[in-house]
């Protein structure tokens, strides 16, 4: 069975600081994709990244970059110069290609306040 | 090029009656999920479609829930018989299969309370 785990529950910092969100998995496929979503204070979840299983690089998007490390089984996410915009439940997400769909597994999220 | 749309946005209902959401995907977008949401919790799936096919269900849709694709393009989920741990927001999400890079995209969902 597939599991992603977010064990930081909520995270608080002061505008501008760098701030990590951890992301760990498991599952059995050898094949399997990982994403974030963004949810704001509106409810609808954003697409953030997809990641497949085979691609280890590190992938940066303007103040947002990720960190995806097989040995671990993890995901984080990093934004940098964080800004009160961020401000946001983030979740994890996890698919796996052999079930013929993807059917995400999510994480219970972890909801960033951004300090002005 | 419109996003997920999802009607209503808001429901209040009492327990024991019946309602009914509905769904409309990106227009070129064959797979369609539906999603659950409870307060402090992660989306746990439902069910699925492929074009007009249901094609899987989770455990947690019990018999009081069904969901339809009849054309392949939008979708309706009926909760029958509502009790108050139906509460929580649905969410539909789209995407097109087929590609290297499939990625679901997430309506705003439908806030239910069942008083």
């Known amino acids: 069975a597939q599991k992603v785990t977010q064990a930081q529950t909520e995270i608080s910092v002061v505008e501008k600081e760098d701030v990590t969100l951890d992301c760990v998995y498991e599952?059995?496929?050898?094949?399997?994709?990982l994403f974030w979503y963004k949810q704001p204070p509106s409810g609808e979840l954003v697409f953030l990244i997809r990641?497949?299983?085979?691609?280890?690089q590190n992938e940066i998007s303007g103040r947002y970059s990720w960190n995806f490390q097989k040995s671990t089984s993890s995901f984080n996410f990093t934004i940098t110069a964080s800004q009160v915009v961020d401000s946001a439940v983030y979740f994890c997400a996890l698919s796996e290609a052999r079930r013929g769909n993807e059917k995400l597994t999510f994480g219970t999220g972890t909801r960033l306040t951004i300090i002005p | 090029d419109t996003g997920v749309s999802q009607d209503p946005r808001h429901k209040i209902t009492k327990r024991g009656q019946n309602v009914t959401f509905r769904c409309d995907p990106i227009s070129e977008h064959n797979r369609l999920y539906w999603y659950r949401q409870t307060l402090g919790q992660g989306p746990e799936f439902l069910t699925y479609f492929q074009n007009e096919a249901q094609l899987e269900k989770s455990r947690l849709l019990s018999d009081r829930f069904s969901a339809e694709r009849p054309k392949g393009s939008f979708s309706t989920l009926e909760i029958q018989r509502t009790e108050q741990g139906d509460s929580a927001m649905y969410l539909c999400a789209s995407s097109l299969a087929g590609t290297s890079q499939e990625t679901q995209y997430f309506g705003p969902g439908t806030r239910l309370l069942v008083l």
């Open positions: 599952t059995r496929d050898t094949t399997y994709y």
């Open positions: 990641r497949n299983s085979f691609d280890e």
